[in-house]
């Protein structure tokens, strides 16, 4: 069964993501979402976390959380793809069931 | 009859420090924290702004928050030296961690080790943490 997570909480200084990560099994879907943006870019210390997951799951990010943040769509880790509210509706049509990391 | 207020010691200048640890709209902390900063420096106390962990990103040049519904208050913490608030001090290590740089940040700012900041907030008469 395809799953999604969708992360809202920021990676540093608080467990959610990476607690995702370790549950999230092959051929899931991680959206990053509010606060969990931030973990999307390349030069953090999240970053090798973040590449290693890519591993297992497809990660995108929202992109308009991006942009409210300040945060530069070029700057985003190779792989994560940059979605709208659009592609957020399509990825959750597409997969079976939700967990919010809330 | 005078007023409460208006028997307080003329000019009494206190130390107060703001503490922004959160990053902008994910939560209401950095709008509220901006708010008692403007109110402060409204009473001529002696204001200084602490950015450690998430709330580097309060800092972060080009916000765009619209597409989100939230208004873009980043504006506001260039127009803090308007309002004589210019003890803005952030946490290096919070900084190297996320990935940024002074280039990165609207307004200029003291980068601060942990040991320097908290000799900082050794010497404030109120600490505010938001």
């Not at chain 1, 709208?84 to 990391?101: H, K, L, P, R």
């Not at chain 2, 990053?23 to 204001?47: K, R």
Request: charged letters at 25%; hydrophobic letters at 40%; aromatic letters at 8%.
């Amino acid at each position: 069964m395809a799953m999604l997570h969708i992360v809202n909480k920021s990676a540093f200084g608080n467990a959610t993501l990476n607690s995702c990560i370790k549950t999230a099994t092959q051929g899931s879907s991680i959206l990053l979402i509010e606060d969990a943006v931030y973990a999307a870019m390349g030069n953090t210390s999240m970053a090798d976390i973040v590449k290693e997951a890519m591993n297992k799951a497809s990660i995108s990010v929202l992109g308009p959380d991006l942009a409210a943040r300040g945060m530069d769509q070029s700057k985003v880790i190779e792989g994560i793809s940059v979605i709208g509210y659009d592609g957020f509706v399509d990825i959750v049509a597409e997969t079976d069931n939700v967990q919010s990391w809330l | 009859m005078s007023e409460p207020w208006e028997d307080e010691e003329e000019g009494a200048i206190k130390k107060f420090m703001f503490i922004n640890r959160k990053a902008p709209y994910g939560t209401i902390y950095a709008l509220e924290s901006l708010e008692v900063v403007l109110i402060s420096a409204a009473f001529d106390q002696d204001v200084s702004l602490v950015f450690s962990d998430d709330g580097v990103f309060q800092l972060k040049k080009d916000q765009d928050p619209e597409s989100i519904g939230m208004k873009n208050f980043s504006r506001t913490y260039r127009a803090l030296e308007g309002y004589d608030v210019e003890k803005l001090y952030v946490d290096k290590e919070s900084m190297e961690e996320r990935g940024l740089t002074e280039d990165d940040l609207l307004v200029d700012v003291e980068m601060l080790s942990k040991e320097e900041l908290g000799n900082l907030m050794n010497e404030q008469d109120v600490v505010l943490s938001f």
